[in-house]
C-alpha cells in the first residue's frame, strides 16, 4: 500500500538545520500504563517548540523526563551531543518553569532568581549583576525585595521565568507557561513571553493544552495523544495538513467524513461518504487503492451555505439548520444532513447581505458544499 | 487587635472561643496562684491568710513579698530554675534532631502507609504514663535488661551504673516528649509542596543542600509548635525526675511538690509556680510578637 495519501502533501523539513536536542525512542510507564511511548523528536537551535495534546496524553512526563525528574523507561536524550538520559537534574544545563511557578515562598524575588546561580558558586557580583539584568528583562525591578504572596499572578509568571532563565541554560522547558493567569491576562501575556524568549535567544520547549497558545507562540508544534506523538511541524503545516483524525480534530474545529475510496484518477479521488449522503470528490494529486478506508476531512470556513438548491454532484448536501452560533464577524451554523449527521460550517456575516438573500434561521432548509481543493484525505 | 478588626463579626464569635477558653483556664487559675504567692503560710483550710483584711473603715491590703525575696536571693532557687531549664532544652533539641528525622520520613511515605506508622507514634498514649515509666525501670536496672544482656555477653563484669543518673533522666524524658515534637512536625512537613524540592534541584541544588535552603526554612512553624510543646511542659516535669533521675538534679517540679505537700507552704510553691511561669511567658510573647511581625499578610503557614 502506497503512504502516500498524507505525507506527500506535507512540505520537506527544512534542511540544513542540525538538532540541538534529539529524543530518540523515548519510553516512560508507571506500572503497565505507558504514559510516553516511543517518542522520536529533534528541536532546533533557538526554536520554540510547543508539546500540545489533551490532559493526561503525557505532556508532562515527557517534559520531566528532559528536566530529569523521571527517568525514561528506555530511549535516549542528547542535548548538544551529550547523552543526558540518566544525568541528575541538578546537574543539567536545563532549567524548568513550573505549571504553578514553585516559587520559593521565603525566599524575595531576587533570592529566588539568585538561588540557581548561588548553587553554581558564583561571585558574589556577578550574581547581583545577572539578577539586576534578569530583573530588568522581565520588568520587575520595582518589586526585587518583595515576597511571592506579595505579587500578582502575572507577576510571579515574570519572576518565575526570569528565575527560570538566569543561568542561562541551553534548553528551557515551560510546562503551562501561562495555565495559572486568566483568559485575557493569558492573551497579553502570550506575546510578551515569546518576545522575551526570542530576545534571550533560549531553545524551549513548553506543554500547553490551550491551541491557540501553541499556535501563537511556537515555531513548531508536537501533537500527543496516548504518549505517542503522531505530528510535528509548524502550526499552518499542523492546521492545513493534519496527518490523522486525533490532530484535524484537536487543532481548529473540523467536520469527518469517513467512507471508501471509490475512484482514483491521477488528478483526483472520490470517496463514498454514507454520511454525506454523496459522495467527496477531492482534487489534489492523491492516491490510494480503491476500497481503502479513509476520512476526509473539511473546515468549517470552506464550507459554503445555500438557501438555494445547488446542482447535483459531489461535495454537497442537503440539510437543515438545527443552530446557529453568532459570533460577530461570523456565525457558525449546525446543519443537519440526512444521515443526522450535524456539520459545522463558518459563514461570514455579510454573506446574505452581499447576496441579497435573507438569513436562514432555525429549521430551514439550506444546501451545503465546498470546492475539491479544500478536504484533506485521512488515512489514520 | 488589627486582626481582630479585618475579620467580620461573625467570625469574631468564633475567634472569642479560644480568648474565653484561655481566659478560663488558664488565666483565672493563673491569676489565684499570683494571688497566693502574695499571702502568708497559715495554719488554716485553706492553710494562707487573706491578703485583705477590712476593720474600723480600713481595708488594710498585706503583700507578702517575703517569698519572692526568698526566691531571688537563695541560690537554691536559682540553681533549680536553671537546672531545669537546662534539662528542659535539652531534651528539647534532643526531641528535635530525633524527632524531625522520623517526621520527615513519615511524611515522605505513601499516604496508605502514613497513618500505621502516625499510628505507631500514638501508640504509647494508649498505656498509662506511668506505667511506660516504669517499665523504663526494667529497662535500666543495675538487674535491668540492658545490664543482664552485657553481663551475659562478658562484656562487663559488674552491673553499669544507669539507672537514677542523667543518663537515664533524659533517655526517659526524650521518650516521654518525642510523640509532642514528631506529630507538629509530622504536619508541616507533610504540606511541604515538592515542587519546590523539584525547582531546587531544577535550578542546580543537590538533595542535602535542597533540604537545607527549601524544606528546613520552610518547616521552621513547625519546628517552633514542636520545640514549644517539649519545652514548656518540660521545665516544670515532675514525675520523670523524681523517678528515674539523679537524686542530685535539681528540678523545679520538685521543689514545688516539696514545698506543697512536704512544707505544706502554698505561698511558697505558689511563688515558685509564678516566678516559673513568668520565665516561660515572658519570651514565648516576645518571641511570638516577632513571629506575627515577621508573618504579617502571609497568606501561607
Ligand atoms: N508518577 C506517576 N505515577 C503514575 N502515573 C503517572 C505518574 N505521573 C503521570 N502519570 C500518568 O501518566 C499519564 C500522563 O501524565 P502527564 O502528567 O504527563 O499528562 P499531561 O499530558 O501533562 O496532562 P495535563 O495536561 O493534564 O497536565 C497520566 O495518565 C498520568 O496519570
Ligand atoms: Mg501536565
Redesign the pocket.
Known amino acids: 500500500m502506497k503512504d502516500a495519501v498524507a505525507s506527500a502533501q506535507l512540505p520537506a523539513k527544512e534542511a540544513g538545520q542540525q538538532a540541538y536536542l534529539k529524543i530518540a525512542g523515548v519510553v516512560?510507564k508507571?506500572?503497565d500504563?505507558t504514559?510516553?511511548d516511543h517518542v522520536d523528536l529533534e528541536i532546533h537551535q533557538h526554536e520554540i517548540f510547543a508539546l500540545l495534546?489533551?490532559?493526561?496524553?503525557?505532556?508532562?512526563?515527557?517534559?520531566?523526563m528532559l528536566a530529569g525528574m523521571?527517568t525514561p523507561t528506555a530511549g535516549k536524550i542528547l542535548l548538544d551531543g551529550q547523552d543526558i538520559t540518566r544525568l541528575a537534574p541538578y546537574n543539567r544545563p536545563i532549567n524548568m518553569m513550573f505549571?504553578s511557578y514553585a516559587l520559593f515562598p521565603h525566599m524575595s524575588v531576587e533570592q529566588n532568581i539568585a538561588f540557581g546561580l548561588k548553587q553554581d558558586g558564583l561571585p558574589k557580583d556577578e550574581i547581583s549583576a545577572r539578577v539586576s539584568e534578569m530583573l530588568e528583562l522581565v520588568q520587575m525591578k520595582k518589586y526585587a525585595t518583595r515576597k511571592p504572596y506579595q505579587l500578582s499572578g502575572g507577576q510571579q509568571q515574570r519572576v518565575a521565568l526570569a528565575r527560570s532563565l538566569a543561568k542561562r541554560p541551553k534548553l528551557l522547558l515551560l510546562?503551562?507557561p501561562l495555565g495559572a493567569l486568566d483568559k485575557k491576562l493569558r492573551q497579553q501575556t502570550q506575546l510578551e513571553l515569546v518576545n522575551t524568549l526570542e530576545k534571550v535567544g533560549v531553545t524551549c520547549i513548553m506543554?500547553t493544552?490551550d491551541q491557540e497558545e501553541a499556535m501563537t507562540m511556537a515555531t513548531r508544534i508536537g501533537i500527543?495523544s496516548e504518549?505517542q506523538l503522531l505530528q510535528v511541524g509548524t502550526p499552518s503545516q499542523i492546521y492545513d495538513y493534519p496527518n490523522c483524525r486525533f490532530t484535524a480534530e484537536f487543532i481548529g474545529e473540523t467536520n469527518l467524513f469517513g467512507g471508501a475510496v471509490a475512484v482514483d484518477e491521477a488528478d483526483r479521488v472520490e470517496i463514498d461518504a454514507p454520511e454525506l449522503g454523496g459522495r467527496i470528490s477531492i482534487g489534489h494529486g492523491i492516491t490510494g487503492p480503491k476500497g481503502m478506508e479513509v476520512w476526509a476531512s473539511v473546515r468549517p470556513e470552506d464550507i459554503r451555505v445555500d438557501i438555494r438548491p445547488v446542482e447535483p454532484g459531489p461535495n454537497r448536501a442537503r440539510g437543515k439548520v438545527r443552530e446557529i452560533a453568532y459570533l460577530g464577524s461570523y456565525s457558525v451554523y449546525h446543519v443537519q444532513l440526512g444521515s443526522g449527521k450535524v456539520v459545522k460550517a463558518m459563514v461570514p456575516a455579510n454573506r446574505w447581505y452581499e447576496a441579497g438573500e435573507t438569513e436562514p434561521t432555525w429549521d430551514d432548509e439550506v444546501w451545503i458544499s465546498w470546492r475539491d481543493d479544500m478536504p484533506v484525505v485521512l488515512t489514520a | 487587635m488589627s486582626l481582630l478588626r479585618k475579620l467580620s463579626p461573625g467570625r469574631g464569635s468564633v475567634i472569642a472561643v479560644p480568648y474565653l477558653w484561655l481566659t478560663l483556664f488558664f488565666l483565672v487559675p493563673f491569676l489565684i496562684v499570683l494571688k497566693i504567692s502574695f499571702a502568708e503560710q497559715d495554719i488554716a483550710i485553706p492553710p494562707f491568710t487573706a491578703l485583705t483584711e477590712y476593720a474600723d473603715g480600713y481595708l488594710n491590703v498585706k503583700l507578702n513579698l517575703s517569698n519572692f525575696l526568698y526566691i531571688f536571693t537563695d541560690e537554691f532557687y536559682f540553681d533549680t530554675y536553671l537546672s531545669s531549664l537546662k534539662v528542659a532544652l535539652f531534651t528539647t533539641i534532643g526531641c528535635l534532631l530525633l524527632g524531625y528525622p522520623i517526621a520527615y520520613a513519615i511524611a515522605r511515605t505513601d499516604p496508605a502507609r502514613r497513618n500505621v506508622l502516625l499510628m505507631l507514634v500514638m501508640l504509647p498514649f494508649w498505656t498509662s504514663f506511668l506505667l511506660r515509666v516504669y517499665a523504663w525501670m526494667g529497662i535500666l536496672n543495675e538487674t535491668g535488661l540492658i545490664n543482664s544482656f552485657l553481663m551475659s555477653t562478658g562484656l562487663i563484669d559488674e552491673p553499669l551504673h544507669l539507672f537514677h543518673t542523667d543518663f537515664s533522666l533524659y533517655i526517659v524524658m526524650l521518650y516521654a516528649y518525642l510523640p509532642f515534637m514528631i506529630l507538629p512536625l509530622y504536619s508541616n512537613l507533610v504540606k511541604l509542596d515538592l515542587r519546590l524540592l523539584e525547582a531546587a534541584a531544577d535550578l542546580g541544588a543537590r538533595p542535602m543542600k535542597a533540604f537545607f535552603t527549601i524544606t528546613l526554612p520552610l518547616s521552621k512553624n513547625g519546628i517552633i509548635a514542636g520545640s514549644m510543646l517539649v519545652f514548656i511542659p518540660a521545665v516544670g516535669e515532675f514525675v520523670i525526675p523524681e523517678l528515674v533521675g539523679s537524686s542530685e538534679t535539681l528540678m523545679i517540679g520538685k521543689v514545688l511538690w516539696n514545698e506543697f505537700f512536704d512544707n505544706n507552704n502554698w505561698p511558697m510553691a505558689s511563688a515558685v509556680a509564678a516566678v516559673m511561669a513568668l520565665i516561660l511567658i515572658v519570651p514565648t510573647a516576645l518571641f511570638h510578637r516577632f513571629e506575627t511581625r515577621e508573618l504579617e499578610g502571609k497568606n501561607h503557614a
Open positions: 516512560k508507571f506500572g500504563h504514559a510516553v495534546g489533551s490532559s493526561g496524553c503525557g505532556k508532562s512526563t515527557l517534559l520531566r523521571e505549571q510546562d503551562e506543554v493544552h500527543m504518549g
